[in-house]
């Protein structure tokens, strides 16, 4: 911990010395954690004067990166770097790995050197010679894509058999081999290359070494192998600083993590504990892929676990859809449990913890707790005596003191640099009635009390949850520390922000209750209910979120066409083809016989086969049919592929029509009904392909179907940030077509059932259908920015 007085220097000049360039170290010192971990490296390292930019680059890699369980050993690291014997990251990487592996232990420097490859320097000769096989090797491949060649998959090929080896060399070296195979690049090698899907086939000749980057391909395939097992469980957690004692150093003794391991088994459990105060959204999909994925993964168990400790905002309707929200999202719950179930454990611990004078019973009002917490004050009644406190206790859990009148805080540490060290509160009295546990209480723990406990007591091996929680590490240990309690193994990650939408149960319940949409599951929100109303997969949203993959990287944005190339991906190959014409244009084929039909045969999916008669449904085609208007013009163009005065287009499944007549309305302008001729022969071949739905019978209209056209909810990519963030909600985010005409075998189409409209996009059947009339919701249109660069 580093405490800086009013002389020392600013953070700001400290880091341009050690040579981060200005952004960087703005950027830095905006992050109040990693600006106090660096300034405390540079101390460390006697660097305060300044150093290199390559020694700078591995202080910083150091204080964001440096394994928690083992800080003890962080000055012998800075001191490898300092002296150049760690120069490159690749040994910084070994190094963490070395570190986070054995913790707090001590170690044997000739074991840590070699893992690191501390004193190897691997000769040139020896890159150059791997680089020419590596090159020999993918030669065609090379020269077929020039300088698009992936350089990345080969210098990770380089990697693989020099670990050790100085990147700029390896770089140096590739970039040489490369101009001297090549040339000079030419124009060509400047375009960007083409998207056509004959020419993507070229990506099955691709290198002969890894198609993914080396240091995360390993992950993407298993994303749970950052986790450690649970018989491990007996390293460091974390350091706790204290100002008026030594450092705190967390971790399970051997006997009590082998009581823990007799008592599972010694397999994972983990927890996905959401409060029953809202509905669940996409953030909760990848809470619950991390924390019942790792339990599947390792064949263990993950509660669901109610953190049912405020009664005055939960509901049975929240507790209810969240049960039903978990298990259509694909996860079996090992045990459904309520925090309010150890009610009466976590009041027992709350009476131990008076005991052992670490809480204590308190009478500020809210405002004086704030007051004192800013000015670093103890509360008057910080040192009262143990039985004073154990006696107002209990009358609070009698409800003796008047809600208000009184708190029970951890006693932990004001003079802390940790905020969530200001002695928490664990106990406030509320006459309200529970949900789940009735009226038996009238006192309700606090979340940073009850959290940790319960994870204990039911055994968890892994506490995951989002960064903010970050902070509260030091007070979650800090609490089953000071009970005797096991420790479970505690890791946050990034949580998933994702674009033009708002994911706070704030603003999301002021979006429901005043009625800017229509309630938990409009199809607009990201709630889980609404994605699935819209359509989206439970099997996409997952499949989402595990590319995503579980990282740290903070206050990352996720643009939403990452989220719909899934549930495309998914549905392109789940969803049957229809048509559907949005806003229809009559036409009138004038070389038909009135009162004739004819029933032809439409493909629900593009490679249906001939033989394979479920793949197909029919379609009447008569004189009468249906175009949408935007696919009709009175003057044509070389660029446009509908259909124009004296112009001939394909009706899908059909045959060739041309125009030949148009009639106008009174005004001159807007077109009423077009007049065409069918080339039965089909002899005709126009470029243009439309969709289109007919009348069934001579003066029956086609199916009526309600239309929903969904969008993006905000203009803004990040509306959350806004000042006034409601005006920036999207008018036209949706859009409803009350006449669409649609083909007769979406008729019996249920509540749920997916369909892609031809040339408009994926739709499913929304729960305001009637037998009267069917209504769709738009999942998502056919366009995929994604897949063509948004990655």
Same mark, same amino acid.
């Given at each position: 911990?580093?405490?800086?007085?009013?002389?020392?220097?600013?953070?700001?000049?400290?880091?341009?010395?050690?040579? =981060?360039?200005?952004?960087?170290?703005?950027?830095?010192?905006?992050?109040?954690?990693?600006?106090?971990?660096?300034?405390?490296?540079?101390?460390?390292?006697?660097?305060?004067?300044?150093?290199?930019?390559?020694?700078?680059? =591995?202080?910083?890699?150091?204080?964001?990166?440096?394994?928690?369980?083992?800080?003890?050993?962080?000055?012998?690291?800075?001191?490898?770097?300092?002296?150049?014997?760690?120069?490159?990251?690749?040994?910084?990487?070994?190094?963490?790995?070395?570190?986070?592996?054995?913790?707090?232990?001590?170690?044997?420097?000739?074991?840590?050197?070699?893992?690191?490859?501390?004193?190897?320097?691997?000769?040139?000769?020896?890159?150059?010679?791997?680089?020419?096989?590596?090159? +020999?090797? &993918?030669?065609?491949?090379?020269?077929?894509?020039?300088?698009?060649?992936?350089?990345?998959?080969?210098?990770?090929?380089?990697?693989?058999?020099?670990?050790?080896?100085?990147?700029?060399?390896?770089?140096?070296?590739?970039?040489?081999?490369?101009?001297?195979?090549?040339?000079?690049?030419?124009?060509?090698?400047?375009?960007?290359?083409?998207?056509?899907?004959?020419?993507?086939?070229?990506?099955?000749?691709?290198?002969?070494?890894?198609?993914?980057?080396?240091?995360?391909?390993?992950?993407?395939?298993?994303?749970?192998?950052?986790?450690?097992?649970?018989?491990?469980?007996?390293?460091?957690?974390?350091?706790?600083?204290?100002?008026?004692?030594?450092?705190?150093?967390?971790?399970?003794?051997?006997?009590?993590?082998?009581?823990?391991?007799?008592?599972?088994?010694?397999?994972?459990?983990?927890?996905?504990?959401? #409060?029953?105060?809202?509905?669940?959204?996409?953030?909760?999909?990848?809470?619950?892929?991390?924390?019942?994925?790792?339990?599947?993964?390792?064949?263990?168990?993950?509660?669901?676990?109610?953190?049912?400790? &405020?009664?005055?905002?939960?509901?049975?309707?929240?507790?209810?859809?969240?049960? #039903?929200?978990?298990?259509?999202?694909?996860?079996?719950?090992?045990?459904?449990?309520?925090?309010?179930?150890?009610?009466?454990?976590?009041?027992?611990?709350?009476?131990?913890?008076?005991?052992?004078?670490?809480?204590?019973?308190?009478?500020?009002?809210?405002? #004086?707790?704030?007051?004192?917490? +800013?000015?670093?004050?103890?509360?008057?009644?910080?040192?009262?005596?143990?039985?004073?406190?154990? +006696?107002?206790?209990?009358?609070?859990?009698?409800?003796?003191?008047?809600?208000?009148?009184?708190? =029970?805080?951890?006693?932990?540490?004001?003079?802390?640099?940790?905020?969530?060290?200001?002695?928490?509160?664990?106990?406030?009295?509320?006459?309200?009635?529970?949900?789940?546990?009735?009226?038996?209480?009238?006192?309700?723990?606090?979340?940073?009390?009850?959290?940790?406990?319960?994870?204990?007591?039911?055994?968890?091996?892994?506490?995951?949850?989002?960064?903010?929680?970050?902070?509260?590490?030091?007070?979650?240990?800090?609490?089953?520390?000071?009970?005797?309690?096991?420790?479970?193994?505690?890791?946050?990650?990034?949580?998933?922000?994702?674009?033009?939408?708002?994911?706070?149960?704030?603003?999301?319940?002021?979006?429901?209750?005043?009625?800017?949409?229509?309630?938990?599951?409009?199809?607009?929100?990201?709630?889980?209910?609404?994605?699935?109303?819209?359509?989206?997969?439970?099997?996409?949203?997952?499949?989402?979120?595990?590319?995503?993959?579980?990282?740290?990287?903070?206050?990352?944005?996720?643009?939403?066409?990452? =989220? +719909?190339?899934?549930?495309?991906?998914?549905?392109?190959?789940?969803?049957?083809?229809?048509?559907?014409?949005?806003?229809?244009?009559?036409?009138?084929?004038?070389?038909?016989?009135?009162?004739?039909?004819?029933?032809?045969?439409?493909?629900?999916?593009?490679?249906?086969?001939?033989?394979?008669?479920?793949?197909?449904?029919?379609?009447?085609?008569? &004189?009468?049919?249906?175009?949408?208007?935007?696919?009709?013009?009175?003057?044509?163009?070389?660029?446009?592929?509908?259909?124009?005065?004296?112009?001939?287009?394909?009706?899908?499944?059909?045959?060739?029509?041309?125009?030949?007549?148009?009639?106008?309305?009174?005004?001159?302008?807007?077109?009423? #009904?077009?007049?065409?001729?069918?080339?039965?022969?089909?002899?005709?071949?126009?470029?243009?392909?439309?969709?289109?739905?007919?009348?069934?019978?001579?003066?029956?209209?086609?199916?009526?179907?309600?239309?929903?056209?969904?969008?993006?909810?905000?203009?803004?990519?990040?509306?959350?940030?806004?000042?006034?963030?409601?005006?920036?909600?999207?008018?036209?985010?949706?859009?409803?077509?009350?006449?669409?005409?649609?083909?007769?075998?979406?008729?019996?189409?249920?509540?749920?059932?997916?369909?892609?409209?031809?040339?408009?996009?994926?739709?499913?059947?929304?729960?305001?259908?009637?037998?009267?009339?069917?209504?769709?919701?738009?999942?998502?249109?056919?366009?995929?920015?994604?897949?063509?660069?948004?990655?």
């Amino acid at each position: 911990m580093v405490v800086e007085d009013d002389n020392s220097e600013k953070p700001l000049d400290l880091f341009l010395k050690i040579g =981060l360039d200005e952004r960087t170290a703005r950027n830095t010192i905006a992050n109040n954690k990693v600006t106090a971990n660096l300034t405390a490296v540079i101390h460390e390292a006697a660097l305060t004067n300044g150093c290199n930019r390559t020694v700078g680059n =591995l202080l910083y890699t150091v204080a964001t990166k440096f394994p928690a369980n083992a800080l003890v050993h962080r000055p012998t690291l800075l001191q490898y770097i300092v002296s150049s014997k760690i120069k490159t990251p690749a040994q910084l990487e070994a190094a963490f790995s070395f570190y986070s592996s054995i913790g707090s232990e001590n170690f044997e420097l000739k074991e840590f050197e070699e893992s690191c490859g501390v004193g190897i320097d691997v000769p040139i000769e020896d890159i150059e010679r791997t680089v020419n096989e590596i090159f +020999e090797e &993918n030669k065609n491949v090379i020269l077929g894509q020039r300088y698009q060649t992936n350089v990345g998959d080969l210098f990770g090929h380089v990697r693989k058999s020099h670990p050790w080896a100085d990147p700029k060399i390896v770089k140096q070296l590739i970039d040489v081999k490369l101009y001297g195979l090549l040339g000079e690049k030419t124009a060509a090698d400047d375009e960007k290359p083409s998207r056509k899907k004959k020419e993507k086939q070229a990506k099955s000749e691709s290198i002969a070494v890894d198609t993914h980057p080396p240091p995360t391909s390993e992950e993407e395939l298993n994303p749970f192998l950052i986790f450690p097992q649970p018989e491990e469980n007996f390293k460091v957690h974390t350091e706790i600083f204290f100002s008026d004692r030594p450092v705190l150093r967390v971790c399970n003794t051997r006997e009590m993590l082998e009581k823990h391991l007799k008592a599972t088994g010694g397999r994972v459990f983990t927890r996905f504990p959401p #409060e029953p105060n809202g509905y669940l959204h996409i953030g909760h999909a990848k809470a619950m892929f991390v924390s019942f994925g790792l339990a599947k993964e390792r064949d263990g168990c993950c509660y669901l676990r109610y953190d049912d400790t &405020n009664p005055e905002a939960e509901k049975k309707e929240y507790i209810d859809h969240i049960d #039903e929200i978990v298990r259509w999202m694909g996860w079996e719950p090992f045990k459904v449990t309520y925090t309010s179930d150890y009610f009466q454990d976590l009041y027992d611990l709350a009476v131990e913890l008076i005991r052992r004078n670490h809480a204590y019973v308190d009478h500020q009002t809210p405002e #004086e707790i704030k007051e004192y917490r +800013e000015k670093k004050m103890n509360s008057p009644w910080r040192d009262r005596p143990i039985a004073e406190s154990l +006696e107002l206790f209990d009358q609070m859990r009698r409800g003796m003191i008047e809600e208000g009148k009184a708190t =029970l805080r951890m006693k932990q540490d004001m003079q802390s640099d940790n905020y969530n060290m200001y002695d928490l509160i664990a106990y406030r009295i509320k006459f309200t009635p529970h949900p789940h546990s009735g009226d038996k209480w009238c006192i309700y723990p606090s979340y940073d009390y009850s959290h940790c406990i319960v994870d204990s007591l039911e055994n968890i091996t892994h506490s995951l949850c989002t960064l903010e929680f970050e902070t509260r590490r030091a007070s979650y240990y800090w609490l089953i520390d000071a009970l005797g309690l096991y420790q479970p193994y505690v890791w946050e990650y990034s949580r998933l922000n994702v674009t033009n939408t708002v994911m706070s149960k704030r603003k999301l319940n002021r979006l429901v209750t005043e009625r800017w949409v229509d309630g938990w599951d409009d199809p607009r929100l990201m709630t889980l209910a609404g994605l699935r109303r819209r359509g989206v997969t439970s099997t996409s949203i997952n499949a989402f979120v595990r590319g995503i993959g579980i990282t740290r990287s903070d206050s990352s944005m996720i643009r939403l066409d990452r =989220l +719909e190339f899934h549930i495309r991906e998914e549905l392109n190959k789940t969803a049957p083809r229809m048509m559907v014409v949005l806003h229809p244009l009559k036409v009138v084929i004038t070389n038909l016989e009135v009162g004739s039909t004819m029933d032809l045969d439409a493909k629900k999916w593009p490679d249906a086969q001939i033989e394979d008669s479920s793949s197909f449904y029919k379609v009447p085609f008569s &004189n009468i049919v249906y175009i949408e208007h935007t696919d009709f013009r009175m003057k044509d163009s070389k660029d446009y592929y509908g259909l124009a005065p004296g112009k001939s287009v394909l009706l899908r499944y059909a045959f060739p029509i041309k125009c030949t007549e148009v009639i106008l309305s009174d005004d001159k302008e807007t077109v009423v #009904e077009v007049w065409a001729e069918f080339d039965p022969s089909k002899k005709t071949k126009p470029k243009g392909v439309l969709h289109w739905v007919a009348e069934p019978s001579p003066g029956i209209d086609p199916l009526k179907v309600e239309v929903r056209l969904f969008d993006k909810l905000f203009l803004s990519e990040n509306p959350a940030e806004l000042d006034n963030w409601l005006a920036d909600l999207n008018p036209e985010s949706k859009v409803v077509i009350p006449g669409a005409y649609a083909v007769p075998s979406l008729r019996t189409a249920a509540v749920g059932d997916r369909f892609q409209f031809e040339r408009l996009g994926y739709f499913v059947v929304d729960k305001d259908s009637t037998s009267e009339k069917l209504v769709f919701n738009r999942t998502v249109t056919l366009r995929d920015s994604y897949s063509k660069g948004g990655k």
